[in-house]
């Protein structure tokens, strides 16, 4: 089956980067090559929401106005992987994060947790101020 292992997660202080990894296993690199991929974050007593997403290809991404211009996702085909930069983190960026994979073929380039199939269990990030 399908699964999502995040990695890349932990403390760091106002100001510093971090890069989250997500490796995809149980499919061929032809079929996750098609997936529309996503990040989520959840912050404890908050929903999850909804931070970045990439299209199959890698030239398309989409953002949510909270981290333009300090996050940039990423995805290498060859390794079933999707990254997620994180700079210049801020205290309010601490949550736990998942990645999460749409398998609809043409993908939905989705912003809701609906539009995505397959999740990870996510990766800590705490944010020292």
């Known amino acids: 089956q399908v699964q999502l292992v995040e990695s890349g997660g932990g403390l760091v202080q106002a100001g510093d980067s971090l890069r989250l990894s997500c490796a995809v296993s149980?499919?061929?690199?032809?079929?996750?090559?098609?997936?529309?991929m996503g990040w989520f974050r959840q912050a404890p007593g908050k929903e999850r929401e909804f931070v970045a997403v990439?299209?199959?290809?890698?030239?398309?991404?989409g953002y949510t106005d909270s981290v333009k211009g300090r996050f940039t996702i990423s995805r290498d085909n060859a390794k079933n992987t999707v990254y997620l930069q994180m700079n210049s983190l801020k205290p309010e960026d601490a949550a736990v994060y998942y990645c999460a994979a749409d398998k609809t073929y043409g993908g939905r380039f989705g912003t809701s947790n609906w539009e995505y199939d397959f999740w990870g269990q996510g990766t800590q990030v705490t944010v020292s101020s």
């Open positions: 149980g499919v061929t690199i032809s079929t996750y090559s098609t997936y529309t």
């Open positions: 990439i299209n199959w290809s890698g030239s398309r991404t």
